[in-house]
């Protein structure tokens, strides 16, 4: 587990950041309240499934502590292929909401992700496509961090929700395709892994 203290100017915001890429169940007990709080139950992974990805080198997990507390989360997972590391779930404690803590914690993501992925191009995540005012702020949300909303819809055959991809990428040089289905393709291969059956292994798949 790593660790790294943020100061963040003009903000008023001091954080530690902490990740790991191995199972920490007292790290996960930190995330975890976060995580059951932003997410329905039909909307998040079990912990079963999150302890599998560990197991399976899959995922990192970041929790973001202010005064000792942890205020905020995210699990993230870095695709070999396309060179994108995909944002599965990011969350702010509500409490805690308000206060500048998600762009900051974007910001800090995305200089980790720099330092810690060698060769990685960028990153990605999915934001429900539906035309609410509530999906809408998220957007607006992810493009105030720099993230660009492409046009594709994407349709899962096991959840009634259709998402869309938003992207950053990382050098000016290489700028990261505008096609939100050839971006997808990271995403999916993500899930498929999370949720593929390891031998001897009676759990059940689908992407939440």
Known sequence: MTGKDIRMSGEDLHMEHLTTDRWDGALWAEADVIYREA??????????????MFERGLCTLHVWRMEGE?????????????GLLV???IAVKQSRQGQGIG????LQLRDWTVGAKPGCRGIVIEVEAEETEENAGRIRF???AGFRLTEYVHVYVWVPETYRAMS??????????DDGKELFK?????HERAYRKMKGDGGSGGKV
């Open 168 to 177: 950053l990428g990382f050098e000016l040089s290489s700028p990261l395709t």
């Open 87 to 89: 944002i599965d779930y």
């Open 103 to 106: 762009r900051s914690c974007v």
């Open 70 to 82: 942890a205020a905020a989360m995210a699990l993230t997972a870095f695709d070999d292929r396309s």
């Open 39 to 52: 997410f329905p139950e039909h909307g998040r992974k079990s912990e079963a499934i999150v302890r599998r």
């Open 142 to 144: 992810w493009e105030s």
């Open 186 to 190: 990271a995403i999916t291969r993500y």
